[in-house]
Structure formats: C-alpha cells, structure tokens
C-alpha cells in the first residue's frame, strides 16, 4: 500500500505540474489550450536531445527556456488574437498546433518509443520503512513541492504575483487599475508553457517518450483544472494529488474501469461543488 501510495503521488506530482500550467495560461488570457499536451510532448524530446550530449540537467533547463520562448511566440500568434473568438475557435486551432506537433516531432524523431536514463544520481533507490522506492521517483514528487511553494511564495508575497491574482478573477476590472495586462499576459503563459517543458523532461525517465504522449495525459490534466477551480492554483495541487491517486489505485484494484475512476471524482466534485474544490483565483 506504501509502494501504491508514493507511486500515485509520483503521477499526481507530473499531472500537477503540467496542469498549474494550464491554470495559469487560461487565469490570464481565457484560452482552453488543447495544444499544452502537445508542448509537454515537445519539452521531453527537447530535453532528451540535449540530454545525449549535455547530461539530464542542461537538458531540463533548455526545456523550460525553449518552451517558455515558444510559449511566448505561441501567445503572440494564436492566444493574444483568439481570445476575444469564440472558444470554439480557439479550441480548434490549439487541437490543430497539438495534430501540428506531433507530426513534427515524429518527423524529426520518428515513431519508435524512446527510453531516456534518469540523473547518476537519482538512478538508485531509496528505503521508506524498509521498502525500497526509486530515488528518482522521490526526486518528481520533490519538484511538484518545490514548483507549488515556489508558486504560491511568488502569488502571494510579490507585486506581479498580486496582479496575476486579480486579473485571473477579473482582468478587466485589473486593466482599468493601470496594470498592463497585456504583458502580464505574455509572462504567465511563457511560465505556463516553462512548466509544461519542465514536465517533459521530468516524465521522460518514468514514460517511454512517443508522439502521441501528450494527448493521453492531457485529458487526466483537464479533469485535475476543472476539479480543482479554472482559475484556482491551490485547487489544482489539491486536485493533481486526488487524481494521481485514483488513477494509480484504480490501475491496482479496479483495472477494468481504471480510466472512469478520475472521471467519476470529476462529476462527483461538479455535482456537489459546480465551481470546483477550490474558490477562483485561490
């Protein structure tokens, strides 16, 4: 039960992560980013191209800087003109950058499944009351802490943090007020997308990387944003975990439904708590 445990706080730590993410990019700019998953994609062979000739840590961060310059580059084109459209529309073009990357990476890498080496010094395994677990696995599960205090510290403590907070619940009301929300816009998705990189290169050691890799992850990311809050940071940490856990005992006890189990909590947390676990903008 220990082993079960960790393990589905390993994958709630990936889900968070990635879904912080899309928590922030939607907060700001009001986009429905299908295209996050293909990023997550993007940022794993990012970091295990570079990781063949400079080691897993310069290739975590050339993931998180590229990713974050696409991210911008990608707010630029598609987010900052859609977000006034119809989210049918944005929905479409985010679904057709996610088929766009993918074909991409498949050109350039091809459609075998890559395996890439986690860190020397994470290789190991670690005893927790006498059972052995993967350091690596503990080291997934210590950088969703260290993103989420990092988040919260810089949400809470700093001035641009206090600006993401309100325009996240009324970026209108946040404009008039004299903040340049069209900037702020721009930092939180190069974040958003920074993170979404991060993600990547953190799962490659633990998922077998594919083209397709972000599509499958993306639908469990989107359950943990709608039952967290859409704009809610703390309900998404909540949320990940809750998922995470599901999914992973879920895999254990009720193999033949596993993929229901996150989707039944979904419904339940919207039948009696429409808004999400957690209040917008919290």
Aim: charged share 10%; with cysteine.
């Amino acid at each position: 039960m220990l082993i079960l445990v960790l393990n589905g706080l390993v994958y709630g730590s990936l889900l968070y992560v990635l879904s912080v993410g899309l928590v922030l990019i939607f907060g700001l700019r009001r986009v429905t980013n299908f295209a996050h998953g293909g990023l997550f994609m993007v940022g794993a062979y990012l970091g295990y191209a570079v990781s063949t000739f400079g080691g897993f840590w310069l290739g975590l961060i050339v993931s998180i800087l590229g990713l974050s310059v696409l991210g911008i580059i990608i707010d630029r084109l598609i987010f900052r003109p859609l977000q006034d459209h119809d989210p049918i529309n944005t929905l479409l073009v985010t679904f057709g950058l996610l088929l766009a990357l993918e074909d991409a990476v498949r050109t350039i890498f091809g459609k075998d499944f890559i395996l890439m080496q986690p860190p020397p010094a994470l290789a190991g395994v670690t005893r927790l009351l006498g059972t052995p677990f993967p350091s690596y696995r503990l080291f997934v599960i210590a950088v969703a802490v260290i993103v989420a205090v990092a988040l919260a510290t810089w949400l809470m403590k700093s001035r641009i943090g206090l600006f993401v907070r309100a325009a996240s619940v009324d970026p209108v009301t946040t404009g008039i007020q004299g903040v340049d929300t069209e900037k702020l816009s721009m930092l939180v998705v190069a974040i958003g997308t920074g993170l979404a990189g991060l993600a990547g290169v953190v799962s490659a050691p633990l998922l077998a990387l594919s083209p397709s890799m972000g599509g499958y992850i993306l639908i469990d990311c989107f359950i943990v944003v709608v039952t967290g809050g859409l704009t809610s940071f703390t309900g998404a940490f909540v949320a990940a975990m809750l998922i995470g856990q599901a999914h992973n005992l879920g895999v254990a006890y009720f193999p033949a439904v596993a993929s229901l189990i996150p989707l039944l909590l979904m419904a339940g947390v919207l039948i009696f708590r429409p808004e999400g676990l957690v209040k917008s903008g919290h």
